[in-house]
């Protein structure tokens, strides 16, 4: 029986790499989130590699879409076990600008909210609504951001925050779920070139070094299957061979 993982923010970037990765090694991979012809490329982008896609649109700022999607996989699923639990889902930019470089007086507020809802909330109710569908066990993988000290954050206070709220939440539902057989980790990376950062940032993500969707993707594979492995933060700075 094939294993299954469900990723949020599958429809492009860092989500939609995690979801073929997994798909090559023979999971079935439920594609979360709220673009839907993102969501149908990247499924027809996993059938392609011989994958098994399913589609599962939800707003991740909405509570009650949440709790929704629960239902809807637990549905879908009639009683296999989900595997892998990734957290992608964020939000640093809108249609019209990144959130960087803005002091927060001067940040719209329903960006704050949404970046807030949609990174933090949305993970912890994820893992919330998740965790009982995985009875026999699993792994959690949760999305951060590379940043070595707060000064850093200066610019993008609210996304600052919340990457370290994400942090901290992964440590301790770690240490929660000990007995559970249950890990979860984190991937804390640095500039990233999918479409967002190579238009957002053009600067930091050129150079031989520079991280793409597939290097983050398959840290996030490896901290999912390493057997036992739990409370790791992974910080990705530079490509690796």
Not at 172 to 185: D, F, G, Q, Y
Request: hydrophobic share 45%.
């Amino acid at each position: 029986m094939k294993k299954i993982a469900i990723i949020t923010g599958a429809s492009t970037g860092i989500g939609r790499a995690t979801a073929i990765v997994f798909s090559k090694a023979d999971y079935k991979v439920g594609l979360v989130g709220r673009n839907l012809v993102g969501l149908e490329e990247t499924a027809r982008l996993v059938t392609e590699v011989g994958g098994e896609p399913s589609i599962f649109e939800c707003d991740l700022r909405s509570a009650a879409s949440i709790y929704g999607l629960s239902k809807a996989i637990d549905s879908r699923l009639v009683l296999h076990s989900v595997d892998a639990l990734v957290n992608v889902a964020g939000v640093w930019h809108d249609e019209e600008r990144s959130f960087a470089n803005t002091s927060l007086e001067a940040q719209d507020t329903a960006g704050i909210v949404e970046t807030a809802n949609v990174g933090l909330v949305g993970t912890v109710l994820m893992c919330k609504y998740m965790i009982p569908l995985m009875y026999n066990g699993g792994s959690i993988v949760n999305m951060s951001c590379q940043f070595d000290h707060e000064f850093e954050g200066i610019g993008w206070v609210p996304y600052y925050a919340v990457c370290k709220a994400i942090e901290a939440f992964t440590l301790a539902l770690s240490a929660e779920l000990t007995t559970s057989n249950i890990c979860v980790n984190c991937v804390a990376p640095s500039y990233v070139a999918s479409e967002a950062g190579k238009r957002w940032f053009p600067e930091e993500t050129s150079g031989e070094e520079v991280l793409f969707p597939e290097d983050v993707a398959a840290e996030i594979f490896r901290l999912a299957t390493t057997e036992n492995l739990t409370s790791e933060v992974r910080i990705m700075k530079y490509h690796e061979e």
